[in-house]
């Protein structure tokens, strides 16, 4: 909080007025002063004991097919992360796919990212710093926010859940809770601790796999948790939060497309209800994966439709300038 660093340094500053500051900042605005004033030795303070170096764009690549552009950032040490500008279907609005970490620890094998391996966490403000710096170029209005960039948003965790209580503050990104949305390949005991603290905002869970065996070669980090535990722990994140739990499964023609899926997933959730979001792999390696063929597809979602739980095919664009899911790799277009 800033009213509490500035004060461990020594400033006296007030609740009310660490607030005017923050709003300050958050409205894209400049310098001081802010438009409401506080005292002068605030200002002063603000300058000196806070960070407020903006973040560097290095490219903006727009995907003229369906409107998604990719910033690349490089950060104040020289590492780079990546956020996307999502075109809503209500026009002139806007979302912002924002990274948590730069590169990501979780080594899944469809995952552009993942292959970078961890570079470091970000910082709360680096964070804010995505959203702020691609809202402030947006041609419309920014209403949400998603934490499905580079890295893994729950092993991240004290710094994703400060940065989404600013981007949800009356005083900060005035989003709505439930328009900022965190994914998570399936950390056991931060979905516990998510659901334990009743976080206000959307998880979704990425399993791709219901069995244990593939899981472990798709998503390499999984064998610390067997699906059986990571669903006890979906049950207990859906009591929580109610309604329907949102499981992601990134779609990969010949490996998760088949009716031994569609039964590990009957026996998993029994009696959680559920929403599964399909996503199209997107692999740009000659040898990489392969997207499902419309009749595998097509025999997928009918044998999961016998589960009797709503199935949403989730567009993924920005493919042509590798803005899509599991594209982001901190490099070029």
């Not at 998604?68 to 996307?84: I, M, P, T």
């Not at 004290?158 to 950390?187: D, Q």
């Not at 949403?312 to 920005?318: K, Q």
Request: glycine share 8%; aromatic share 6%.
């Amino acid at each position: 909080d800033l009213a509490s660093h500035l004060r461990a340094n020594g400033v006296d500053i007030r609740d009310a007025e660490a607030r005017r500051v923050i709003a300050h900042v958050m409205a894209g605005r400049a310098g001081f002063p802010v438009s409401r004033p506080v005292p002068r030795k605030v200002e002063n303070a603000v300058e000196q004991f806070t960070t407020r170096t903006p973040l560097e764009i290095v490219e903006r690549a727009t995907d003229p097919s369906d409107g998604f552009v990719k910033y690349l950032f490089r950060l104040h040490d020289g590492a780079l992360a990546e956020a996307v500008r999502i075109p809503l279907e209500a026009a002139g609005k806007f979302t912002v796919c924002i990274s948590s970490q730069a590169g990501c620890a979780m080594g899944c094998s469809f995952c552009a990212t993942g292959r970078l391996g961890l570079i470091r966490n970000l910082e709360p403000w680096e964070i804010v710093a995505q959203w702020i710096a691609v809202r402030d170029e947006a041609p419309g209005v920014v209403t949400g926010a998603l934490f499905q960039g580079q890295g893994e948003p729950l092993h991240n965790y004290a710094a994703v859940m400060k940065a989404a209580s600013i981007l949800a503050h009356p005083c900060g990104g005035r989003i709505a809770a439930k328009n900022i949305t965190i994914s998570t390949v399936g950390l056991v005991p931060q979905i516990l601790r998510f659901a334990r603290e009743r976080q206000p905002y959307r998880l979704i869970v990425s399993l791709t796999s219901a069995i244990d065996e593939r899981r472990r070669v798709l998503v390499p980090s999984a064998s610390a948790w067997p699906v059986r535990e990571l669903a006890d722990a979906v049950r207990i994140y859906q009591q929580s939060a109610g309604g329907r739990a949102t499981i992601a499964w990134v779609v990969l023609g010949g490996i998760n497309t088949g009716a031994d899926e569609v039964a590990a997933l009957r026996v998993l959730f029994d009696g959680v209800p559920l929403r599964l979001n399909l996503i199209d792999v997107n692999d740009a390696r000659p040898d990489g994966y392969r997207r499902a063929s419309d009749d595998e597809l097509s025999s997928f979602r009918d044998d999961l439709r016998t589960l009797g739980i709503p199935i949403v095919r989730r567009y993924s664009g920005g493919a042509a300038k590798h803005a899509a899911c599991g594209m982001l790799a901190a490099m070029q277009s």
